[in-house]
């Protein structure tokens, strides 16, 4: 029962955004309720990040677990806004202090050439549902679609993503190439350079005939966002920026042999019976932010599949107002979802790419990691997590501040959330404890 005087909060999301604030509003005498779409709560740190960073993955388990195993924190798994629960009723009849979205960003933005979504699966794929493949395809019990991952493959994008994407490609194709050569060689020891695990084997890389995969960008090499100057940068640091940028690139591009064109900028398609055959291109020229086209400089890029990977943005839910592809939050220090006052976000559900960058700028260290650990892998991505930690941390505390100023529950109000919470879980068939759950529900074989 209730105490007079308590909240309960609906938290949307269980992964880091979603995990760290029902943490920080635990340990504020809020009772949370998780409601998470999928049966594991670990978001893209198992969907969208690559299965080689096997111990990163484990470490980011754990954190979540432990915060999701929290007196006063109930998950529900296997629930969606949209489809299970209706967004408006939550927000308005069901009695929560308050909800809070940390979805995330799931959806893959558009390619930006018109009458692209005429060829999703017709030799165009995005980055997301790739990922999502790469990681799960070698479970028993996958049932999702299936990719071909072919030589010269296309990848349009250019940040972290994109590198990812080429990535993927490249061991695929060398493990095949080596395969079809009588020697087989495992994901993990491609992962740490193509190259020396073909000279392990007395093996040149060019004599396996791997043409290599080709990724595009709209703008320089030095402006990819692999890396982000501080606030209010000087001159010296946007330099150095720059440098780290080329650095990362030349790097991924020594260890994995993939191809890379700057300033290229779809504009239309190749199509063939009926499937896309390839790209039409133009070169760009770059002040600022503008990015211009050159006249007359198009041209075609034939390839037997492109991959899109120029960033994510959150899923579109029914009954959720947007502005273009975000939800309408009113700031960024206390994110409110405009239509209710009791409505708040975390995390990148909140401005996207914007929040990322906020993310990997938490501290001068974090360039430096991703330098020595995301693309040498000498090292993990904690730094990584801990920055979107903190900024999730951050954001909720702002919240939690805030739901600490509404009306609190009556104990016939909280009993009655209480119930519902039961009711949910129990539809889903968690009937016991979150360990129990998860051991359950996590496959045999998964990477």
């Given at each position: 029962?209730?105490?007079?005087?308590?909240?309960?909060?609906?938290?949307?999301?269980?992964?880091?955004?979603?995990?760290?604030?029902?943490?920080?509003?635990?340990?504020?005498?809020?009772?949370?309720?998780?409601?998470?779409q999928?049966?594991?709560?670990?978001?893209?740190?198992?969907?969208?990040?690559?299965?080689?960073?096997?111990?990163?993955?484990?470490?980011?388990?754990?954190?979540?677990?432990?915060?999701?195993?929290?007196?006063?924190?109930?998950?529900?798994?296997?629930?969606?806004?949209?489809?299970?629960?209706?967004?408006?009723?939550?927000?308005?009849?069901?009695?929560?202090?308050?909800?809070?979205?940390?979805?995330?960003?799931?959806?893959?933005?558009?390619?930006?050439v018109?009458?692209?979504?005429?060829?999703?699966?017709?030799?165009?794929?995005y980055?997301?549902?790739?990922?999502?493949?790469?990681?799960?395809?070698?479970?028993?019990d996958?049932?999702?679609?299936?990719?071909?991952?072919?030589?010269?493959?296309?990848v349009?994008?250019?940040?972290?993503?994109?590198?990812?994407?080429?990535?993927v490609?490249?061991?695929?194709?060398?493990?095949?190439?080596?395969s079809?050569?009588?020697?087989?060689?495992s994901?993990?020891?491609?992962?740490?350079?193509?190259?020396?695990?073909?000279?392990?084997?007395?093996?040149?890389?060019?004599?396996?005939?791997?043409?290599?995969?080709?990724?595009?960008?709209?703008?320089?090499?030095?402006?990819?966002?692999?890396?982000?100057?501080?606030?209010?940068?000087?001159?010296?640091?946007?330099?150095?920026t720059?440098?780290v940028?080329?650095?990362?690139?030349?790097?991924?591009?020594?260890?994995?042999?993939?191809?890379?064109?700057?300033?290229?900028?779809?504009?239309?398609?190749?199509?063939?019976?009926?499937?896309?055959?390839?790209?039409?291109?133009?070169?760009?020229?770059?002040?600022?932010?503008?990015?211009?086209?050159?006249?007359?400089?198009?041209?075609?890029?034939?390839a037997p599949?492109?991959?899109s990977?120029?960033?994510s943005?959150?899923?579109?839910?029914p009954?959720?107002?947007?502005?273009?592809?975000?939800?309408?939050?009113?700031?960024?220090?206390?994110?409110?979802?405009?239509?209710?006052?009791?409505?708040?976000?975390?995390?990148?559900?909140?401005?996207?790419?914007g929040?990322?960058?906020?993310?990997?700028?938490?501290?001068?260290?974090?360039?430096?990691?991703?330098?020595?650990?995301?693309?040498?892998?000498?090292?993990?991505?904690?730094?990584?997590?801990?920055?979107?930690?903190?900024?999730?941390?951050?954001?909720?505390?702002a919240?939690?501040?805030?739901?600490?100023?509404?009306?609190?529950?009556?104990?016939?109000?909280?009993?009655?959330?209480?119930n519902?919470?039961?009711?949910?879980?129990?539809?889903?068939?968690?009937?016991?404890?979150?360990?129990?759950?998860?051991?359950?529900?996590?496959?045999?074989d998964?990477?």
């Open positions: 029962m209730a105490e007079n005087g308590q909240h309960f909060v609906a938290v949307i999301g269980a992964a880091i955004s979603g995990s760290v604030a029902a943490e920080l509003l635990a340990e504020r005498g809020i009772r949370v309720a998780v409601i998470e999928n049966k594991r709560p670990y978001g893209k740190i198992e969907d969208g990040l690559p299965r080689w960073h096997v111990e990163q993955r484990k470490q980011e388990y754990h954190h979540i677990d432990e915060r999701l195993k929290k007196p006063g924190i109930s998950f529900i798994p296997c629930t969606k806004i949209g489809r299970d629960i209706d967004f408006q009723d939550l927000c308005s009849n069901w009695g929560f202090s308050a909800v809070i979205l940390a979805n995330g960003a799931w959806r893959d933005r558009d390619l930006g018109p009458g692209a979504g005429d060829y999703v699966d017709k030799g165009l794929v980055q997301n549902p790739f990922i999502y493949w790469y990681n799960h395809k070698n479970e028993r996958y049932r999702g679609p299936r990719y071909g991952t072919p030589d010269e493959t296309l349009v994008g250019g940040g972290l993503a994109s590198i990812d994407v080429v990535k490609l490249q061991l695929e194709n060398y493990e095949r190439a080596l079809e050569h009588g020697v087989q060689v994901m993990h020891d491609l992962e740490k350079g193509i190259p020396s695990a073909c000279e392990a084997h007395g093996i040149r890389p060019e004599s396996l005939g791997v043409k290599g995969c080709l990724l595009i960008y709209r703008r320089r090499e030095p402006d990819m966002p692999l890396a982000h100057p501080p606030d209010n940068p000087t001159p010296n640091q946007i330099a150095k720059e440098q940028r080329q650095k990362m690139l030349r790097l991924a591009r020594e260890k994995y042999l993939f191809r890379f064109q700057e300033r290229r900028l779809p504009v239309g398609f190749l199509v063939e019976d009926g499937r896309l055959a390839g790209l039409k291109v133009v070169e760009t020229r770059t002040s600022g932010r503008n990015v211009e086209p050159v006249p007359g400089s198009e041209q075609e890029i034939r599949l492109v991959i990977s120029i960033g943005v959150p899923e579109a839910l009954g959720v107002a947007m502005k273009g592809d975000y939800y309408t939050f009113t700031s960024e220090d206390l994110p409110r979802y405009a239509p209710h006052g009791h409505v708040f976000g975390v995390g990148n559900v909140v401005t996207g790419q929040n990322i960058r906020v993310s990997l700028v938490h501290s001068q260290k974090v360039t430096n990691h991703l330098i020595e650990n995301y693309i040498t892998g000498k090292g993990e991505l904690s730094a990584f997590y801990a920055a979107a930690e903190s900024r999730a941390a951050g954001q909720a505390q919240v939690s501040e805030r739901i600490q100023t509404l009306p609190a529950l009556a104990p016939a109000e909280f009993t009655a959330l209480e519902r919470v039961r009711k949910l879980q129990e539809r889903v068939g968690y009937a016991s404890d979150y360990d129990s759950w998860i051991a359950k529900v996590t496959p045999p998964l990477e």
